[in-house]
């Protein structure tokens, strides 16, 4: 029996799922008859722009895309000495493995979003604002162009909304179904009509973003946070969570687990809870036993067994920024995305490793070198030890490519590459020598 | 425009601020300037894809004297008031160098000895200063079929390094652009559209531009090895260009037509392709003399200059 069994079960806060359930919720009408866009009437009424930056500045909310940078301190650095348009854009582009929480918002509760929009916008003073969509998500997309015709109708967009002053014109565009359109700067190139390719920064999207002018780029979940912020205040935002992690966190749970899901969690949950409590992920699969786990999408280092549920120092793991990041890539990884991938003990290491690392030799946009020549260098090194027909001189040639990548490159793409290949050695190394000794899985019958 | 000091590799430099490190290491000249594949000073917003320019800031500047977290492009980083910056004097600056060598090398041929780019190619020199000397890949390179994208210019994909100098030349140098880079990651290739064909009347540079020998001259290939031709400035008067360029010459036979370069291998200016490929007889230029050429490239081979010997210092005396 597990020990989790003890853990007491604590409802997490509802602030992103809170009516996820309810038939009808993506229509305009039962959204606002369950009190929608009321932070839209109350903030343009009652707060100027830059209070609402102040807001979200106090609220603690770090962005939910991944990096986890503050999302009211990201605001703050537009550039408002310009004459020029500013923009607010939406990264509804979701594509890493083992991330699936956005597309939730986007398909069940698409006015949450677009009411985060409305705020965002009118914090940055922004007059024309995009959702950029994964091509792949077209159903999401129908979903919102409809949302957002009705948020149309119903004066919530367009001239003068609410008699306020403000205007606000929202597009929702879809992009090709490339990953590295996700990044903001090749999410900026791809939605001037450009092929997507990462600028090299700086100069930061705040000062230099979409057609040259300052821009905020923000994840889905982030924005959906906003309306609840504003209704009910920064305080009571920062009352939930721990440490620098406030608010609650939708975490895409899956792989060898009783209930794969997607869940809101309070941020500082234990990871041994939401593993193994019924509330979430309900324990392994098949009573089996706890490998690794992803944390936060494909692209954070892996974690065993050990490391996951409790830190190198001995502490419980939590979920949440630090707890997670504890003891750096040595024995920690990274909340990221939220893409909780959980292994049990019939995985194969190296053949797991070898679906993320194809799939970032995949997406790689090409244009730097160590990105584009070495995720597939890396990939072709992994299928030779899978196949059993790598060497050991082969492990540590993969550390050492990970090793040249990583901080090399212009975008994140070469890092999310880099640091499951690095960490799956330090932690497996065991593994990735049984299969060159044995020249076959050793997990394979 | 303010001036600032920056430091790279100990020696101290002034120089216009938003200079990057990479220009202001060119003001200093010699081994502390870094090594560039895509950067090309004429060539709007090139920089920052080969990676192997990479240097190290050990300190931002006065004001905020902490490092640089990693390492960073130098020809895409403006220097700071008080910046110090290694480059050659960083171990951790070389080992990245030896290994963006290698992945530049991961999918390119080695085939120097046949390549018509040999003696005039950055990335063989690359290779021979920071290249290890195994290979430690036993992969199968990519390989392309040679096409003729335009009736001067044959493109060997397989030599490509995806550093987009050809791509900003035809975008910023020509009107009607049809050709770019397709794909994604290694699959990546530079391409015309379907049936497209490069004939304007700049599209030679693009050739001048390309680092390594993917672009060729197809009026010169197989022609002669370049160090066994001669190279003269000469100049006629063009309507199109400034009509400056160099004659290679073997014997007083032109076999070759191209824009001047500087010691970093960018040229002073680019030409037409009339004078670049249409006119190869010696009337229909002014000679003005040999072609200064750096005493350390292979071109040099066959052009001695006497050099008079330095006088010997006694530090004793």
Redesign the interface.
Same mark, same amino acid.
């Given at each position: 029996m597990f020990a989790h069994q003890s853990i007491p079960v604590t409802m997490a806060q509802q602030i992103l799922l809170n009516n996820i359930k309810v038939p009808g919720l993506a229509s305009f009408d039962v959204y606002r008859k369950l009190g929608g866009y009321t932070s839209v009437e109350k903030t343009l009424k009652n707060f100027t722009p830059d209070e609402v930056t102040a807001e979200v500045k106090k609220s603690g909310l770090r962005g939910r895309g991944g990096a986890g940078f503050p999302a009211g301190m990201k605001w703050g650095f537009i550039d408002k000495s310009t004459n020029n348009p500013r923009y607010f854009v939406c990264n509804f582009d979701e594509s890493e493995p083992g991330t699936f929480k956005d597309r939730h918002i986007g398909q069940l509760n698409p006015h949450q979003l677009i009411e985060g929009m409305i705020l965002g916008s009118y914090a940055l003073g922004a007059r024309t604002s995009y959702i950029y969509i994964r091509g792949e998500l077209f159903y999401v997309l129908r979903i919102i162009e409809k949302a957002i015709e009705e948020a149309y109708a119903n004066g919530f967009l367009g001239e003068n909304i609410l008699g306020s002053g403000y205007s606000l014109d929202l597009y929702c565009q879809p992009g090709g179904g490339?990953y %590295?359109c996700g990044e903001e700067t090749a999410l900026i190139e791809s939605l001037e009509g450009k092929?997507g390719n990462p600028r %090299?920064k700086p100069p930061f999207p705040a000062i230099v973003g979409l057609y040259d002018c300052p821009t905020v780029v923000n994840n889905v979940e982030t924005i959906s946070a906003l309306p609840w912020i504003m209704n009910n205040g920064a305080d009571a935002y920062s009352a939930i969570g721990i440490a620098n992690s406030k608010g609650t966190k939708l975490i895409s749970a899956c792989g060898h687990i009783n209930k794969p899901g997607i869940y809101e969690i309070e941020l500082g949950l234990p990871v041994e809870e939401f593993i193994y409590s019924d509330q979430y992920c309900g324990g392994i699969r098949n009573g089996n036993k706890l490998k690794a786990v992803v944390a936060g999408g494909s692209s954070v280092p892996i974690l065993p067994a050990e490391l996951i549920l409790k830190t190198a120092k001995g502490e419980p793991r939590l979920m949440s920024y630090e707890s997670l990041a504890e003891g750096g890539f040595e024995t920690g990884t990274m909340l990221g995305s939220g893409g909780f991938i959980v292994m049990d003990d019939t995985t194969c290491i190296v053949k797991n490793l070898l679906t993320f690392a194809r799939f970032y !030799? !995949?997406? /790689?946009? =090409?244009?730097? /070198?160590?990105?584009?020549? =070495?995720?597939?260098?890396m990939e072709?090194i992994l299928q030779r030890i899978e196949d059993g027909r790598g060497t050991m001189k082969d492990i540590d040639?993969l550390v =050492?490519i990970s090793k !040249?990548i990583e =901080?090399?490159? %212009?975008c994140p793409l070469g890092d999310a590459a880099a640091w499951p290949v690095a960490s799956a050695v330090r932690h497996f190394r065991q593994e990735f020598e049984d299969h060159v000794k044995l020249q076959r899985c050793p997990l394979s019958k | 425009m303010s001036l600032v000091k920056v430091t790279i590799d100990n020696i101290e430099v002034e120089v216009e601020s938003g200079t990057t490190i990479l220009n202001a290491a060119r003001k200093i000249g010699g081994a502390v300037v870094p090594p560039t594949m895509c950067y090309y000073s004429k060539l709007e917003g090139s920089g920052g894809k080969c990676r192997s320019c990479l240097v190290k800031v050990a300190q931002g500047s006065t004001k905020d004297p902490r490092p640089m977290p990693k390492l960073v492009a130098s020809c895409r980083t403006a220097v700071m008031d008080g910046m110090v910056v290694q480059n050659i004097t960083s171990p951790e600056v070389m080992e990245n160098r030896r290994a963006i060598t290698e992945f530049l090398l991961l999918n390119h041929p080695l085939d120097c000895p046949v390549c018509d780019q040999a003696g005039e190619c950055h990335l063989q020199d690359l290779s021979y200063e920071h290249g290890l000397v195994d290979t430690e890949t036993v992969e199968e390179r990519r390989t392309f079929a040679p096409i003729d994208i335009g009736d001067k210019i044959k493109l060997h994909m397989n030599r490509c390094i995806l550093c987009y100098r050809c791509v900003m030349v035809a975008d910023q140098l020509t009107d009607q652009r049809v050709h770019g880079v397709l794909g994604r990651g290694d699959h990546s290739e530079i391409s015309t559209h379907i049936t497209k064909a490069i004939d304007n009347d700049f599209s030679g540079n693009m050739i001048d531009v390309c680092p390594v020998g993917a672009l060729t001259d197809k009026t010169f290939r197989f022609k002669s090895r370049v160090w066994f031709t001669k190279p003269f400035d000469a100049h006629r008067d063009c309507p199109k260009c400034s009509g400056k360029v160099v004659l290679w010459k073997k014997g007083d036979e032109i076999l070759r037509v191209t824009g001047r370069k500087d010691k970093y291998g960018e040229l002073e200016d680019f030409i037409c392709n009339d004078c670049r490929f249409e006119h190869k007889e010696n009337t229909d230029w002014t000679i003005e003399g040999p072609r200064k050429i750096e005493r350390h490239s292979v071109i040099s081979q066959n052009h001695y200059e006497k050099i008079s010997k330095p006088e010997i210092q006694d530090n004793n005396s």
């Open positions: 490339a %590295i092929r %090299i !030799h !995949h997406e /790689s946009c =090409g244009q730097c /070198s160590p990105c584009r020549e =070495g995720t597939g260098w072709k040639l =050492g !040249h =901080g090399n490159t %212009i | -």
